[in-house]
């Protein structure tokens, strides 16, 4: 009976957690114990997993599948809208949509930045990094007058967007992007702001037209939101210049980084033996290294509000409003 009780005790402090350990030495020793356990663990799965791809490639057989992470992405809720590489319909609307005439090269992209009324001294910092990014971009004082006389005077002067930064104490919090002439307006949420001059080692960007990355962007609505942004930008990039500008989305997120490529050449040395000394050392190889420096600004973007049309708020149809109920499930994405 004695051994009983004492095999059963110590079933039970294996079982114990750490957390329910209140001495605080015997609770750190019980989670470094743990610890130790689940790493040799790990290891003789991973010598078990190694042993069988070697078996099975010298049998010729097709090594086992490597197992796949369990993500928030690969584990979405299905989406009917989800486009399609042989999508005709989704092909034959992108002849005709707003943007087909700057994206064919038939208009080149001219765009007019302003601000809201109510203005801060980061807003038209701001600004000035939009401007060294997006070319052919223009900058007018809002002043008093309301946005939509502004729209018409950008239709008159032959703009294809107006972006309006929208500012609340002191911080630009919101986007408004409006294609001109016939629409759609996007309403951005804009976040986690980082300015050029707060980025160490920024680089300086050139006048070069930059080269253009949309990741991730499935969706019909996506695709659509991911047109509008490709249609601020020259179709024609200038490679010269080493610039790329990404807009990357994860779980409805757009996250903006703008990078330019540097090229460096680096002397490599051979390793030889301490006695030995070779030709190779006089004359070391030069190898070409590739590595990205960021130019900024740095943010973060999240659709609330896609209308159609021109901005107007009370008689405007909208093609998509982001809501609270929508935020039900963390797997269900929309761009």
């Keep these: 009976m004695k051994e009983r009780r004492?095999?059963?005790?110590?079933?039970?402090r294996e079982s114990m957690r750490p957390s329910m350990i209140k001495n605080k030495e015997k609770?750190?020793?019980?989670?470094?114990?743990?610890?130790?356990?689940?790493?040799?663990?790990?290891?003789?799965?991973?010598k078990a997993r190694e042993a069988a791809e070697k078996k099975a490639l010298e049998l010729g057989e097709e090594p086992p599948a490597k197992m796949v992470p369990r993500t928030i992405e690969n584990t979405r809720e299905s989406d009917e809208t989800v486009c399609l590489p042989d999508d005709e319909e989704l092909f034959a609307g992108n002849d005709v949509d707003e943007f087909s005439a700057v994206l064919k090269n038939e208009r080149s992209p001219k765009i007019l930045i302003t601000t809201s009324r109510y203005n801060?001294?980061?807003?038209?910092?701001?600004?000035?990094?939009l401007i060294s990014v997006i070319p052919n971009a223009h900058y007018y004082k809002r002043g008093t007058y309301d946005l939509k006389k502004i729209v018409q005077y950008a239709n008159?002067?032959?703009?294809?967007?107006?972006?309006?930064?929208?500012?609340?104490?002191r911080e630009p919090d919101a986007l408004l992007?409006?294609?001109?002439?016939?629409?759609?307006?996007?309403?951005?949420?804009?976040?986690?702001?980082?300015?050029?001059?707060?980025?160490?080692?920024?680089?300086?960007?050139?006048?070069?037209?930059?080269?253009?990355?949309?990741?991730?962007?499935?969706?019909?609505?996506?695709?659509?939101?991911?047109?509008?942004?490709?249609?601020?930008?020259?179709?024609?990039?200038?490679?010269r210049g080493r610039r790329v500008v990404t807009f990357h989305n994860q779980r409805d997120f757009i996250f903006f980084r703008h990078h330019r490529y540097i090229f460096e050449t680096k002397e490599s040395k051979q390793k030889e033996s301490k006695g030995k000394k070779s030709k190779d050392e006089k004359n070391p190889q030069e190898r070409t290294i590739a590595r990205l420096q960021?130019?900024?600004?740095?943010?973060?973007?999240?659709?609330?509000?896609?209308?159609?049309?021109?901005?107007d708020t009370k008689g405007g149809e909208y093609e998509w409003v982001h809501k609270p109920e929508m935020d039900t499930s963390r797997r269900r994405f929309f761009l």
């Design 156 to 169: 008159e002067k032959e703009f294809t967007s107006v972006i309006v930064v929208h500012t609340n104490r």
């Design 177 to 239: 992007v409006i294609g001109l002439p016939d629409g759609p307006t996007a309403h951005f949420k804009l976040s986690k702001l980082m300015l050029r001059k707060d980025i160490k080692n920024h680089g300086k960007p050139t006048s070069h037209k930059p080269e253009l990355v949309l990741t991730n962007f499935t969706t019909r609505l996506g695709h659509r939101v991911g047109r509008m942004i490709q249609s601020l930008f020259p179709q024609d990039p200038e490679f």
């Design 120 to 129: 801060s001294t980061r807003g038209p910092a701001f600004i000035s990094d």
């Design 294 to 311: 960021e130019c900024g600004p740095r943010f973060t973007l999240k659709l609330i509000s896609l209308q159609h049309g021109t901005f």
């Design 27 to 46: 609770r750190a020793a019980v989670h470094a114990k743990l610890k130790q356990q689940k790493k040799v663990e790990k290891r003789k799965k991973v």
């Design 6 to 12: 004492v095999k059963e005790k110590q079933e039970g």
